[in-house]
């Protein structure tokens, strides 16, 4: 199958059959004015420019979360996502290096990481008997993923592994 060059319907249609959460990949890559004439790796870089955001904005959250807490199980709770998200923006900025040097296969590595990242952070509730997670941010968590998902689909075809 030959991918077009330029992000046509077609293509972004392709992409984000492939992802996890298909209406959101559509929503997102369409909402963003580049993709008008992105290729593949313009593709690449919108979904982890759209990562960055959702992380960089889950951040922040969590910082009003913790701020906004006196339990101090649930603050310990919300430092293990601080790290979490820290972990996961510099992978982001990573991912945009090796997207840059046709690393995809580190590429790859770097936005399964972000997805570990973003489960980390959400298991850290589970496993803590007594803590409940906010929906904000087990959306918020979810978001990551989603947009994480989209990076390995994306690096998956730009290294051949999907035809």
């Known amino acids: 199958m030959t991918i077009p060059t330029f992000a046509s319907e077609n293509l972004i249609s392709l992409i984000c059959s492939k992802s996890i959460n298909p209406p959101l990949c559509l929503k997102a890559l369409k909402s963003d004015p580049r993709s008008v004439q992105a290729n593949l790796r313009g593709l690449g870089q919108i979904s982890i420019d759209l990562a960055q955001a959702s992380a960089k904005e889950t951040s922040r959250m969590i910082e009003s979360l ?7 199980r649930l603050k310990g709770q919300y430092e293990t996502c601080t790290e979490n998200y820290d972990d996961a923006i510099s992978n982001l900025d990573d991912a945009k290096n090796f997207l840059k040097s046709d690393d995809f296969e580190s590429l790859n ?3 399964s990481a972000v997805v570990t990242d973003a ?3 959400e298991d850290s509730f589970v496993e803590a008997p007594g803590t409940v997670e906010p929906q904000q941010l087990k959306q918020a968590n979810k978001n ?3 947009f994480a998902n989209i990076i390995l689909v994306i690096a998956n075809r730009l290294a051949g592994l999907e035809g």
């Open 119 to 121: 489960d980390t952070c």
């Open 109 to 111: 590595v770097y936005a």
């Open 66 to 72: 913790a701020k906004n807490t006196t339990n101090r």
């Open 144 to 146: 990551l993923e989603d």
